[in-house]
């Protein structure tokens, strides 16, 4: 006990003796260890997506691949079809629910939304999920049609206080009475299986689309089975091909669409699946990012600790003396050891106890900087706690075992005479560390130059079609759209308008079509689909590379004319767009000609190539009122919009949006990436500096007598910077050709991920290359240049 | 109490063999003080470092007390030298970050000491050297013959049997040189051996008995009246 209060005492004294050195190796320490701390949380709740339902491991996804003449389809859900069939068939399945995600209007009085996150979902939903019923029978909840059951925050939006049981909402556009059956607890925000409110699946079933049960090319909800314990979903897979050829094999051969169904586990869905998820846009999760950052995280730690160890090597020098004394005065290299381990582990207790205030502190900015609530607070969890607690000694044991053993084995004798001399082997290792460190620094600066580099690709890419000053309003399909348009057209301020069903970023159909190829066969195909006016195309500077537009002049152009892309003229093997001109199609229950071919432009972000697309006018069909407005007077022209529209559809609220920072929007997910890659980055190099000022200052006091010497002989002031960088920027040299190649294969892969993509040039290794050098020049020209500039007697009196 | 024949100790690098210490033979009777001089190089700090058992020798044999040490390893040397020996350097070689009441306690805490015990014994010794008013004070703090003082007071807290002092006025001036040697040739009167190494003619004066060398070997052994 005496000894532990003797090495805590040596310990802290010596701490407060080398403040600098201290507040460095405790900084750097602090700094790695908050980095990391972020990190794993962030991790953590990437990794907690949908783990927390008590049945997870037993909840699946069906999904399909859909493989048409052209082209396999991976698709998210299944058709109607499946999923209760599959319950009768197969006796493994427990349960099964549809998930339909919907945007729909609710009203209560004067209270309007459209709830962004509606889910039309069966009665089975809370057999499945463990997701809490407040209010309620989970059982009954979602039987009858047009049941909704509200989170507690949409209770409050709508009722207030009020108990809403038995109450009733107006839902849809077509404002029909549901009845209020439950109130759930807000879904948590780690489910990709995410909305405010549930409405019951029978009300479409039922109601609406009666046989859409036994529909077996209608995709459109997902599907979730939940298996009984022990059953095996890869011998159920095995038996699916058997199952779709008695059910739905006939009409898999006439629409010469097949269908292939898997099933995915529910857990690893966020991470892992490359469909598409319930979660959507920024919500979708990534396994490679989850990766990448684990992998920054264990940089940065390593940066940390190489610091904590290359600074306590280096200072072996110092402390030597004092264990020499140690031993004479009977210390055996085990005690010393000790005291020197536990000397490392006070300085991580300390960077423990700064790490959880940093984190507290940083905790609100990275979740906005992730753009979730990754964690609700550092404190609030004492297993957390507990855990970097640990993780906190560990480090400070592993850092420290290295610089004990090697203070600990000091000859008493040789260092009390002073005979004492840093070997060449710990210099070897120290100069080895700060090579790994401005390697993994370096690398990080040519990742993140890259990664912005992609993103500003992305947004200056000619995307082939004009976004700016493009204003969209939802109508959310109402039947007045097109009148709406009409007098927004006639409105000042307002250069042109159209109405559509898409635009560029949005969602879009996907139709079963038949067209006529290059062999003059009708190919099937499933086709993206638009449905557009005539002033579509003009406003958007589409740009036509065969034939025409659609034009009232033609009649027939509103039911019988279809325009394609550049893409799917290809694929039907056609040599240039003239040769589609003309051809016909046949598409959910249309058939007509081809008119025209629109040059390929990028309706869906860059991640993805250019596909096949279809364009035709359906009015129905449109929601959606693109206006291109003047630049000037934008609050009164937006102003004037919202009037109209508040008199044409009063009973749905005014939502808008400017195309081009909606198009964007699906970069949010990349330029998150970047931000959090760009900030951690920065940090790694500050750590990395750190380490290099404090192993330069030591390295510029041990050679005080050598500078000394050389001034007397006549070194000017920059022979001496110059001979002290020298030595770090050779291994800062060193590091840039490890870090560029990595760097490169790292990055070359990530970049795979985008269909259209910038490409790596030498520019970027050598900007990152000059950038590391720099700040490694700036770091040691501040010690350089003091050393040369002190006076050289003093240096040599320190003989 | 210690009997060393024919003790030999080569350093050697990749392409000098110096000989430190070349077979050479001393015997020190327990209670005495014995001086070493000679040249730089002689070997007289190896000796001492041997004797001290902070060093091994390459041959020879090392009686210490009736037993053979030359080739104890580092944990049994620790043992009995923590036990039985006290050293004082010319350089103090008093830990800065420890006030002198704890740089005077250390030998006790590897001894294993109890605190109370501690705090009495190096009250005692701080008392009997003098310095019992500097004993919050860090070495830094103090003069250099308060610093040689605190060195033995910790040479000596331990009660060892022998003292090992390599040149201990090397860096004091004469008066503080003679206060330091006083104490020595009291410890010694009260049983104390002690082994000095130095290069002051008058210093060795202190001493019984005085061992020359050169080039590893004693030369000559002068018997002080």
Not at chain 1, 128 to 157: N, Q, Y
Not at chain 1, 446 to 467: C, D, E, H, P, W
Not at chain 2, 182 to 187: A, K, Y
Request: aromatic share 10%.
């Amino acid at each position: 006990m005496h000894m532990l209060r003797n090495y805590l005492k040596i310990a802290f004294r010596n701490l407060w003796r080398h403040r600098v050195f201290s507040f460095i190796n405790i900084m750097g320490l602090t700094v790695g260890m908050t980095a990391c701390l972020l990190i794993f949380l962030y991790v953590r709740f990437e990794w907690s997506y949908d783990r927390f339902h008590t049945k997870a491991d037993r909840i699946y996804r069906i999904v399909a691949d859909i493989k048409t003449p052209t082209e396999t389809i991976p698709a998210d859900r299944p058709a109607w079809a499946v999923p209760s069939h599959v319950q009768l068939d197969f006796s493994e399945v427990e349960a099964f629910t549809r998930v339909l995600p919907d945007n729909v209007l609710f009203r209560k009085g004067d209270v309007k939304f459209t709830e962004l996150k509606t889910l039309w979902v069966d009665s089975t939903f809370f057999n499945i999920f463990s997701l809490k019923l407040l209010k309620g029978d989970p059982h009954t909840a979602l039987r009858e049609p047009f049941s909704v059951v509200l989170s507690e925050s949409a209770a409050k939006k709508y009722f207030g206080k009020e108990d809403p049981m038995g109450q009733t909402i107006l839902a849809t556009g077509e404002a029909i009475p549901a009845i209020v059956t439950g109130v759930m607890q807000d879904m948590p925000q780690n489910t990709q299986v995410n909305g405010d409110i549930l409405l019951s699946m029978s009300s479409i079933t039922l109601k609406w689309a009666k046989g859409i049960d036994d529909q077996w090319s209608n995709y459109s909800p997902y599907a979730y089975i939940l298996l009984k314990p022990g059953a095996d979903p890869k011998a159920m897979e095995k038996r699916f091909p058997a199952f779709l050829e008695k059910w739905a094999g006939k009409e898999m051969r006439q629409s010469q669409m097949f269908v292939t169904l898997k099933l995915e586990q529910l857990k690893e869905v966020y991470l892992h699946s490359s469909r598409g998820q319930l979660a959507e846009g920024s919500q979708l999760g990534n396994i490679r990012n989850v990766y990448i950052f684990s992998i920054i995280a264990a940089f940065i730690l390593i940066i940390a600790c190489i610091n904590f160890v290359n600074l306590t090597t280096a200072r072996a020098t110092e402390r030597a003396r004092e264990v020499g004394i140690r031993k004479v005065a009977g210390a055996v290299k085990t005690q010393l050891a000790r005291q020197f381990i536990g000397e490392s582990v006070v300085i991580c207790f300390i960077a423990f106890l700064l790490t959880l205030g940093l984190s507290a502190l940083l905790l609100p900015s990275f979740n906005h900087l992730a753009g979730k609530t990754i964690s609700e607070g550092i404190f609030t969890n004492s297993s957390l706690l507990l855990l970097l607690l640990g993780a906190g000694m560990v480090i400070g044991l592993l850092a420290g075992i290295y610089p004990a053993f090697v203070l600990a084995a000091f000859k008493p004798i040789e260092v009390l005479k002073g005979r004492f001399a840093t070997g060449s082997k710990g210099s070897v290792l120290r100069k080895g560390l700060v090579i790994s460190q401005f390697a993994i620094s370096t690398a990080l600066i040519i990742g993140t130059i890259i990664v912005y580099t992609q993103m500003s690709y992305m947004r200056n890419r000619s995307l082939g079609f004009n976004k700016d000053q493009v204003l969209v309003v939802d109508t959310d399909g109402d039947k007045k759209t097109s009148a709406l348009q009409e007098t927004i057209a006639h409105l000042p301020g307002v250069k042109a308008s159209s109405s559509s069903g898409s635009v560029p970023g949005s969602e879009h159909q996907g139709a079963y079509s038949e067209l006529e190829n290059v062999k003059g066969d009708l190919q099937v195909t499933n086709l993206d689909l638009y449905f557009v006016d005539f002033d579509y195309i003009p406003l958007y500077n589409i740009q036509m590379a065969a034939g025409r537009p659609f034009d009232p002049k033609f009649k027939t152009d509103s039911s019988q004319a279809m325009i394609l892309n550049e893409a799917a003229v290809r694929m039907l093997g056609y040599h240039s767009p003239d040769q589609a001109v003309g051809k016909r199609f046949k598409q959910w229950g249309h058939e007509g000609k081809i008119i025209g071919v629109i040059k390929d432009f990028h309706y869906k972000s860059l991640q993805q190539p250019i596909k096949p697309l279809s364009m035709r006018m359906e009015w129905p069909r449109f929601k959606l009122i693109s206006v291109k407005i003047s630049p000037d007077n934008l609050k009164r022209t937006i102003s004037a919009i919202e009037k109209e529209f508040k008199t044409a559809i009063p009973n749905r609220p005014f939502s808008y949006y400017f195309l081009d920072e909606y198009f964007n929007r699906q970069y949010q997910n990349e330029e998150r990436f970047g931000k959090l890659f760009l900030n951690f980055a920065i940090l790694a190099i500050f750590i990395s500096c750190l380490g290099l000022l404090g192993l330069a200052s030591y390295s510029t006091m041990q050679r005080t007598r050598e500078i000394g010497i050389r001034k007397v002989m006549g070194a000017s002031v920059s022979n001496i910077i110059n001979l002290l960088s020298k030595e770090f920027l050779k291994l800062v040299a060193i590091s840039f050709f490890i870090a560029a190649p990595l760097a490169w294969y790292f990055m070359h892969k990530w970049l795979n991920d985008f269909a259209y993509r910038t490409s790596i040039s030498w520019w970027i290794f050598a900007a990152a290359g000059i950038l590391a050098l720099l700040i490694a020049v700036f770091t040691i020209s501040f010690q350089a240049f003091k050393a040369a500039m002190s006076n050289p007697v003093k240096a040599l009196r320190t003989e | 109490m210690i009997k060393i024949r024919d003790l030999e100790k080569i350093y050697r690098t990749e392409e000098v063999e110096t000989v430190a210490l070349n077979k050479i033979s001393i015997d020190v009777k327990e209670g005495e003080f014995v001086a070493i001089m000679g040249p730089s190089g002689c070997g007289k700090s190896t000796l001492l470092n041997i004797l001290g058992l902070l060093d091994d020798p390459d041959n020879g044999s090392f009686l210490f007390n009736n037993i053979e040490v030359a080739h104890f390893n580092e944990r049994k040397r620790a043992e009995l030298r923590k036990h039985n020996i006290g050293f004082v350097f010319q350089s103090f070689n008093l830990i800065d970050e420890l006030t002198v009441f704890e740089n005077v306690e250390l030998p006790l805490i590897y001894t294993g000491v109890k605190s109370g015990e501690r705090k009495k014994r190096v009250e005692e010794v701080l008392d009997k050297m003098q310095i019992m008013h500097r004993r919050n004070h860090y070495p830094q703090q103090l003069s250099g013959g308060q610093q040689q003082r605190v060195a033995v007071a910790r040479a000596v807290v331990n009660n060892p049997k022998l003292i090992l002092a390599d040149e201990p006025t090397g860096n004091l001036d004469s008066s503080n040189g003679n206060e330091v040697m006083s104490l020595l040739t009291d410890l010694n009167e009260q049983g104390t051996t002690i082994i000095m190494v130095t290069h002051s003619e008058h210093d060795a004066r202190y001493s019984h008995r005085i061992i020359r060398m050169l080039d590893g070997q004693t030369v000559l052994e002068n018997i002080m009246v």
